[in-house]
């Protein structure tokens, strides 16, 4: 939890993280889980780390990992990755019907796509926002911006108690 007395937090984050609830209008009863990716970048450089957010909008977990890149190809390893990551994290919640909320960026759409083709047997309906809204993804979102911070101050902890500065990388 955020110390005002630590450096780390409030080199990291300097905020509460946010408590959410949401769950489906369309779907009564189903939850609902947000994915967006976000970027890890120090305040410094410009490195980026492409990240993925998974988050659960009905108990409030986050999911995350870190990726090579924003694939999605079936044959990258990476996109093998991701996509059993996220089932990973979908099955470690417990849910076998539920809402996969998403943004339009095409590899989003791919990803959320592939993970229902391999959720058979479990109803996985697919949900857009609404376009060029950041708010329809507010879970996510916030999530992101949450996780980012927490890895920052991690780091900058790390980093204080080893004498090396680390990156995204």
């Known amino acids: 939890p955020f110390r005002a ?7 990291g984050r300097a905020q509460d993280s946010p408590h959410f609830l ?32 998974v988050a659960d909008c009905t108990s409030g977990a986050l999911a995350s990992t870190g990726l090579p ?3 999605t190809n079936d044959k990258a390893e990476s996109a093998r990755y991701v996509i059993e990551f996220v089932l ?8 076998k019907d539920l809402v996969l909320h998403r943004d339009g960026e095409p590899r989003i759409v791919a990803l959320v ?19 060029y809204s950041h708010q329809s993804q507010g879970q996510a979102e916030q999530g992101c911006k949450a996780l980012e911070g ?3 101050t991690l780091l900058h902890a790390l980093g204080e ?9």
Do not use: N
Not at 5 to 11: E, I, L, S, T
Not at 26 to 53: I, Q, S, W
């Open 113 to 131: 796509e592939k993970v229902k083709e391999r959720r058979s047997g479990s109803r996985t309906i697919l949900e857009q926002g609404a376009r």
């Open 69 to 71: 890149a924003k694939a």
């Open 22 to 53: 949401r769950v489906s209008v369309k779907f009564p009863g189903l939850p609902v889980v947000m994915l967006d990716f976000y970027y890890l970048t120090t305040r410094e450089e410009e490195a980026k780390l492409t990240c993925l957010c």
């Open 5 to 11: 007395w630590c450096g780390a937090c409030v080199a």
């Open 88 to 95: 990973h994290a979908l099955e470690d919640w417990g849910y």
């Open 150 to 152: 927490q890895v920052r």
């Open 161 to 169: 108690r080893t004498g090396v500065e680390f990156g995204p990388d």
